[in-house]
């Protein structure tokens, strides 16, 4: 639920996306995903973002997301983690071919949802947004996977990169659709894609003016929303401080930064927590997190 500045200040819930999707980097392997997210989790990220490596083939990007999984929670238990979507063009049977094998091990805590298709436009040698790249899923496919949340209980980390977006979500929350712990991720549209390329952005600039937006479309709402900039550096906004005063939590790391900031994903949640603090907002970890998130004020108090 939107919260004005001057309610009772409720603790924050960081999540660090970890994994970095410029063009020409080198992939991060098991190993360093699994060390990242145990360091974001140290550190006082109560949700991780992972990638995989995009060159595996279908069963073996399965086998790395579970082998990441189970050993991160083999370390930390009550973490909300969820991957990138895998290659393909069916939402359920090629994309997230992963979450049926996760849910079946036992490991599947959150699994992404992007509803609608959103264009992402690049600029093109004279600075024109002539191209650009598609994310997201349809709204059928979409609603697929709200099927799928809901025969599991996995909680859904629903980005949003437009306004239509948000119309669609506060339609299947109004209907009860979302399983608890389910969480709106606000994105905001900087200079750059997440693989560096400029771009004329998507959706609404980073402004306090566009949060405001958000959140009077959002009046009556109780699912929980993080903030985040994508191609752009959150903690060197405006936006950051701002959604900590409205009561929102923040998504930090190393992806959406598009290398635009040399801090590491673990120094990009020490930042947050700074912030916070800063704000009158304690950060909660573990079980205190999955709390805040499933709206459970009693884990807060």
């Given at each position: ?23 020409g980097r080198q992939l991060q392997t098991t ?188 009046a009556g709402s109780t699912l929980p929303w ?76």
């Amino acid at each position: 639920m939107a919260m004005t500045p001057t309610s009772h200040p409720a603790p924050v819930v960081l999540e660090a996306a970890i994994s970095p999707l410029r063009d020409g980097r080198q992939l991060q392997t098991t190993e360093e995903l699994i060390d990242e997210a145990r360091q974001s989790l140290a550190a006082g990220a109560g949700v991780i973002h992972h990638h995989h490596n995009f060159r595996l083939t279908r069963d073996e990007a399965v086998a790395q997301v579970l082998r990441i999984q189970r050993e991160v929670l083999a370390t930390f238990p009550h973490a909300c983690l969820y991957n990138d979507y895998l290659r393909g063009e069916q939402v359920m049977a090629e994309k997230n071919a992963h979450l049926p094998a996760l849910a079946h091990a036992g490991l599947l805590t959150m699994a992404a949802l992007d509803p609608g298709l959103t264009q992402f436009a690049v600029l093109d040698e004279d600075g024109l947004p002539s191209r650009h790249r598609q994310g997201g899923a349809d709204y059928a496919a979409a609603h697929e996977v709200v099927a799928f949340a809901r025969r599991t209980g996995a909680a859904l980390s629903i980005g949003i990169y437009d306004p239509s977006n948000l119309r669609w979500t506060l339609a299947y929350e109004a209907r009860g659709m979302f399983p608890a712990g389910s969480v709106i991720k606000l994105y905001f549209g900087g200079q750059y894609l997440i693989n560096g390329a400029p771009t004329a952005g998507f959706g609404l600039p980073p402004t306090r003016q566009s949060l405001d937006m958000y959140l009077s479309m959002m009046a009556g709402s109780t699912l929980p929303w993080v903030v985040s900039i994508q191609g752009g550096v959150l903690l060197e906004s405006e936006l950051a401080r701002y959604a900590l005063e409205r009561g929102g939590h923040l998504r930090v790391g190393i992806e959406d930064m598009a290398g635009l900031n040399p801090m590491t994903n673990r120094e990009t949640v020490e930042a947050a927590a700074a912030l916070a603090a800063e704000v009158g907002r304690p950060v909660a970890t573990g079980a205190e997190a999955k709390a805040v998130l499933r709206g459970i004020r009693a884990a807060a108090a």
